[in-house]
C-alpha cells in the first residue's frame, strides 16, 4: 500500500511519563479517527486517532501492560498501555498481525499526522463534529491487507 504523505520514518513517540518509547522505520499506510464505544472509554476522549505500520517496521521499549478484549467481529484485540502511567500506546488485532495501530496522540512530532478516514461514525460522540476525513465508514471497513 501507499505510504501517506507527510510522516516520514523513522516517526517516533513515547508515553506521557517516558517510560515506553517507540520508533516505526516505515510510513504508516493507513491513518483513521476511531469513534468505537471501545476506543472513547479505553482513551476517556470522544474518539483516538491512529495510524498502522506494518509490524515487522515497529519496536518499542519500556514495560508495558497489555489489555485484551473482543473485536465486534469477534477477534482478539490487544492494547497496549504504559504500566506506569497508563498511556494507551498501540494495538492490534489477531486479525491483522501483519501490521501494528499506533495511537497518534503518542507521537514526537503529532505536527504531521493527518488522519485520512474515520471509522465507526455510527458510535461518534454527539458532542463532538467527526473531523473531515477522504474516507468516513459507519462501521469497520474491510482490513487493509498486509
Ligand atoms: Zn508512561
Ligand atoms: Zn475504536
Known amino acids: 500500500m ?6 516520514t520514518p523513522p516517526i517516533e513517540g513515547s508515553c506521557l511519563c517516558g517510560a ?7 510510513a504508516p499506510f493507513w491513518s483513521v479517527n476511531c469513534h468505537c ?3 472513547q ?3 476517556g476522549a470522544p474518539y483516538v486517532s491512529a495510524f498502522s505500520v506494518p509490524a515487522e517496521s ?3 521499549a519500556g514495560e508495558t501492560r497489555p489489555f485484551h478484549r473482543p473485536s465486534e467481529a469477534g477477534h482478539q484485540v490487544t492494547t497496549w498501555h504504559c504500566a506506569a502511567c497508563g498511556t494507551r500506546m498501540f ?5 491483522g498481525t501483519g501490521h501494528m495501530n499506533v ?3 503518542t507521537l514526537a512530532d503529532p505536527s504531521t499526522f493527518k488522519a485520512i478516514s474515520n471509522v465507526y461514525l455510527s458510535e461518534a460522540a ?3 463534529e467527526p473531523p473531515p476525513a477522504r474516507f468516513n465508514f459507519s462501521k469497520m471497513p474491510p482490513r487493509p491487507k498486509d
Do not use: E, I
Open 20 to 26: 515506553v518509547t517507540y520508533v516505526c522505520s516505515a
Open 91 to 95: 494495538a492490534q488485532s489477531a486479525a
Open 2 to 7: 501507499r505510504a501517506l504523505a507527510g510522516m
Open 103 to 105: 495511537f497518534a496522540a
Open 37 to 39: 464505544r471501545a476506543c
Open 126 to 128: 454527539p458532542w463532538v
Open 58 to 60: 515497529f519496536a518499542f
Open 41 to 43: 472509554k479505553l482513551s
